[in-house]
């Protein structure tokens, strides 16, 4: 699961951006109020933490084009922009935009398939010349846009370049007057254009550039349409046109709502017992609606509330064709849109079993519980963190089997080894199984590292383990609940701090590090050194964090702990995530014309810039299945939604169309991942998988579960 990138190297110019290389811890400030239960803006869950409770450790000077006092922004769509050498393309979309030697460029990526790969890679269509080299620094950022200062060598700030999430626009705010190369001839009006703006044919596509308010961009084009004479202040977009739409004059329409350009975002949600609702409003000068698009997993679409009272959305305005299938173009004050709610659930579940099927089960209990005990679980944060998961399930069996005496010991071994995890100081005693405060990331990371944690890669894959074992653990043990809090909530806020925790001073982590809201799931990629942008294998772990989240802040409520919203926060993000996992990684819409020609009915990794059937640890074809699918819980019932696709995905895992014909068909990596994924094709698919599981070779049991897990979980369907 490693998202390990290229080492990094130089920083920005000394001089140019006054200790912008590096950002100092903060210092800690109280939570933002939490929001009444179920609803409200995304905030400051989960409670107050102090990173100073941990050895601080800095791993030396990390370079980064990013302004003084900004949260680093890791594991984000545009982490390219401030890490790295040099900084790589991002994908707003369904746009894709680069920084140049002199200013900028863009493009409108071509989704095409090849084999399992669906891409759509950065294509610098149109390129802005500020004529005379610059860097990018990041100056700002929320949870759906971000602006890039374009910085000379002597510290001028040339202009703003503003992204944001999921709009087919980028803007431009000159810093003072200035001439800017265009790269492509604009010519005034036409095509139903009003006279005050200017476009360009891009390969056969519109691209039209539109003033804020009423800057005339037509009149400031020189004779050959390739500079525009821009004054200190101005503001110009681009808006790249949709393919035809559903409505009359549907460009025009978008080109007035572009003269009022979006200024920020708010993210809001609401949690329910059958739907779980996210809003994005976009907050604009004017008031006026912003140019979105809507995804494939926004497709229950709602109005919501927003600042101005009026969230009307207008959608049927064009199409793109994009990596993540043909989206529509939307006017929208608030984009908001439903997800199935999710419910958590500690450790699997057997009251249902009969006798027979108890008594197999617990004779299975009692012979893993044997091995774990018997064995040191691992010391790093990884397989450390799936140990303890998997031991706490393992707990969960033989308590709720009446093994008295095995679930003792299991208990007193995971929770001595969390206790161990969570010593504050432990880091200061030795060099493994302890956290560490990193102030320049402010991010915690876990020792001994592993796939790249140290540089932001896949904390929350590894904390949701942590935060589960906990949740299940100190549910009805509040004294232990509040020994781990301090600790264990520093690894919530790590990778789960509100969306309204300021990106500036003032807060020791940046809200939402992992999650793109807009995208509706997470990225793994602390520091995302691609060109294809961010990335993300396991959805699956994402999806198991968040329910780790919700156990975990669950205990925190029933030992009289404040979780200052975490619980409702961590249900949002859960039914979020699992949306978008089936959306782009499991059950996608394979008849999707931007999908065309795609030979996965899985893609296990996805970028902004591509997806495909593929994993960074192993080529065997079970594998881009089971990273989707692991680990297997009680919350893991979204993946079977679609029976037809689950069969097709294991067929096409499996290689073949007779998935019980052959028993040693299934001895393949992850193939008790798989048998489970499998039985939530129904009773009678359950009761062969289970015939399959008892003879599965030990090594192709997931080291992040039990034969006792497997059984558990199909004796529970094959009833």
Known sequence: MTRRGVALAVCVAAGLVASG???????????????????????????????????????????MRLADGLAPPTNRWFSGLVFGEAPQPVFPLPLAVGLTASGFAYGLPTARAEGAVLAGPYDPQVQMDLREPVTGIVTDYDAATVSVDLVAGDARVLGTLHLTRGSPVLRYTAAGDQQLGLGVPFAAGGDGLPDDVAAADVDGRAHVLVGAGDLDVAAALDG?????????????????????????????????????????????????????????TYETAGGGPAVVVRWPHQQDAVAGPDSTGDAETTCGLGTYATVRGTVETCLATTSAWRSPAREPAAGPDVSGLDGAARDELAEQVRADAATVLAEVRPADTYFGGKGLA???????????????????????????????????????????????????????????????????????????????????????????????????????????????????????????????????????????????GNNQESASEAVAAWHGLALWAAAREAAGLDDAGMGEQARWMLALEAASARAYWTDFDTTDPAAAGLEASVTSLVWDGKRERATWFSAEPSAALGIVVLPVTEVSTYLGEDPARVRANLEEALGTDDLWADPAT?????????????????????????????DLPDERIDDGSTR??????????AA
């Open 21 to 63: 290389c590096t950002a100092a811890s903060a210092p800690v400030s109280a939570p933002a109020a939490a929001p009444s239960s179920g609803t409200g803006v995304a905030s400051a869950a989960p409670p107050a933490v102090d990173p100073t409770v941990l050895p601080a450790v800095d791993r030396g000077e990390v370079p």
């Open 224 to 280: 050959t349409g390739t500079t525009l004479a821009l004054d200190e202040g101005a503001s110009v977009s681009w808006l790249v046109a949709p393919d035809a739409g559903e409505q009359l004059g549907a460009l025009a329409d978008l080109v007035e709502a572009v003269r009022d350009p979006v200024r920020g975002t708010v993210v809001g949600y609401e949690t329910g017992a059958e739907q779980v609702t996210t809003s994005v």
């Open 390 to 532: 998997r031991d706490a399930d393992l707990w969960v069996l033989a308590r709720d089997l009446g093994l008295d005496g095995v679930a003792a010991d299991l208990r007193a071994s995971v929770v001595a080894d969390l206790r161990t995890w969570t010593e504050p100081d432990g880091c200061a005693d030795r060099p493994e199984r302890c956290f560490t405060w990193e102030p320049t990331l402010r991010t915690v990371v876990g020792q001994a590292t592993s796939f790249g944690s140290e540089e932001g890669n896949d904390h929350h894959f590894h904390y949701g383990y942590f935060l589960y074992a906990a949740g299940v653990l100190a549910a009805d043990d509040g004294a232990l609940a509040a020994d781990l809090a301090p600790v264990l909530d520093l690894l919530a806020a790590d990778v789960a701090a509100g969306a309204d925790v300021p990106v500036s001073d003032g807060a020791p982590v940046p809200g939402l590090r992992v999650l793109d809201v807009v995208m509706g799931h997470s990225w793994a990629s602390g520091q995302s050194p691609f060109a294809d």
């Open 666 to 694: 299934w001895d393949v990596l992850f193939g008790d991942q798989l048998l489970m994924y499998a039985a939530l094709l129904g009773p009678q698919d359950a009761a062969s998988a289970l015939d399959v599981a008892r």
């Open 708 to 717: 006792s897990r497997l059984l558990a979980w199909l004796l529970a369907r």
